[in-house]
């Protein structure tokens, strides 16, 4: 590989990094809720925990109620079950609710803070940015992260809490069929990589794109009496039809990106399920 090409990779990589100085900003956001995330956690934990009941009452009750005609290990294991599902959509409800709540509050206090330092800057960076650009990074980089705290961040710990259980469930049942089952890991770690560099451009030129095109419909509208005036409506319309064909051909290498990668990573698991 050429020192360009490395050097790109690195660059690409640095990109996507930053995940500690994001994740304590994010815990300075949401400090003054704290009693409200930990409930919020303890839900999760909850809800995971009893999603991954069924597989080990399932065996137990093959195992230990059905193989030897035990009438009252599978009454316990009806009862546990039905135990688990109704702590799941207790526990589901309230991780809804307090998600939904700590990110609204806590993208209101970013709003209001985003806010006061706007208007703690000087008169020069706004000669040097365009006032639609900057409504452009307020208005979608905040929708980002009120989807990053409300669907992300949430979707991210169970998902991994999902995880670290079923593999411990898997190395309890039948550690050679855990084994086998983990061959994709790998394959799966390298692809979400190659997927992160080549994603990186991508999803930032799409930012880049929006706020161009927020930039330029301010100011158009802002200045639309001077446009009818001079009779350069044809021309802002072509203008933003480039800028409109330019946002749309970015997000299309994002969906590019996603339709190879997601699909991918689908036949993955079928092929691990195939194999065992």
């Given at each position: 590989m050429s020192a360009s090409r490395r050097l790109e990779l690195r660059r690409r990589l640095r990109q996507t990094g930053g995940r500690g100085r994001k994740l304590?900003?994010?815990?300075e956001l949401l400090a003054p809720y704290r009693w409200r995330v930990i409930a919020m956690f303890t839900s999760l934990v909850l809800a995971t925990a009893s999603a991954l009941a069924p597989a080990?009452?399932?065996?137990i009750a093959i195992d230990d109620g059905i193989r030897r005609h035990d009438v009252g290990t599978l009454d316990v294991v009806v009862v546990v079950f039905l135990i688990s599902a109704i702590v799941y959509a207790i526990a589901t409800y309230a991780q809804t609710y307090l998600v939904g709540w700590v990110g609204q509050r806590t993208l209101q206090d970013l709003r209001l803070k985003l806010f006061v330092h706007l208007q703690s800057l000087s008169i020069g960076f706004y000669s040097r940015n365009r006032a639609g650009v900057v409504i452009s990074r307020m208005t979608n980089d905040?929708?980002?992260l009120d989807q990053l705290v409300e669907d992300g961040l949430a979707t991210l710990i169970q998902s991994s809490l999902t995880l670290i259980g079923v593999v411990v469930i898997l190395l309890v049942?039948?550690?050679h069929l855990a084994l086998l089952t983990f061959i994709a890991l790998p394959i799966l770690a390298v692809g979400a990589l190659l997927f992160r560099i080549a994603s990186a451009d991508a999803y930032r030129l799409t930012r880049e794109k929006?706020?161009?095109i927020t930039g330029y419909l301010q100011e158009?509208?802002?200045g639309i009496r001077v446009v009818r005036a001079f009779g350069q409506e044809r021309q802002h319309v072509r203008e933003f039809r480039r800028l409109n064909d330019e946002n749309r051909q970015a997000n299309m290498t994002t969906v590019n990106l996603n339709a190879a990668y997601f699909p991918g990573v689908e036949l993955l698991s079928a092929l691990v399920t195939v194999e065992v």
């Amino acid at each position: 590989m050429s020192a360009s090409r490395r050097l790109e990779l690195r660059r690409r990589l640095r990109q996507t990094g930053g995940r500690g100085r994001k994740l304590r900003g994010l815990a300075e956001l949401l400090a003054p809720y704290r009693w409200r995330v930990i409930a919020m956690f303890t839900s999760l934990v909850l809800a995971t925990a009893s999603a991954l009941a069924p597989a080990p009452l399932a065996k137990i009750a093959i195992d230990d109620g059905i193989r030897r005609h035990d009438v009252g290990t599978l009454d316990v294991v009806v009862v546990v079950f039905l135990i688990s599902a109704i702590v799941y959509a207790i526990a589901t409800y309230a991780q809804t609710y307090l998600v939904g709540w700590v990110g609204q509050r806590t993208l209101q206090d970013l709003r209001l803070k985003l806010f006061v330092h706007l208007q703690s800057l000087s008169i020069g960076f706004y000669s040097r940015n365009r006032a639609g650009v900057v409504i452009s990074r307020m208005t979608n980089d905040v929708e980002a992260l009120d989807q990053l705290v409300e669907d992300g961040l949430a979707t991210l710990i169970q998902s991994s809490l999902t995880l670290i259980g079923v593999v411990v469930i898997l190395l309890v049942l039948d550690f050679h069929l855990a084994l086998l089952t983990f061959i994709a890991l790998p394959i799966l770690a390298v692809g979400a990589l190659l997927f992160r560099i080549a994603s990186a451009d991508a999803y930032r030129l799409t930012r880049e794109k929006i706020a161009s095109i927020t930039g330029y419909l301010q100011e158009s509208l802002s200045g639309i009496r001077v446009v009818r005036a001079f009779g350069q409506e044809r021309q802002h319309v072509r203008e933003f039809r480039r800028l409109n064909d330019e946002n749309r051909q970015a997000n299309m290498t994002t969906v590019n990106l996603n339709a190879a990668y997601f699909p991918g990573v689908e036949l993955l698991s079928a092929l691990v399920t195939v194999e065992v």
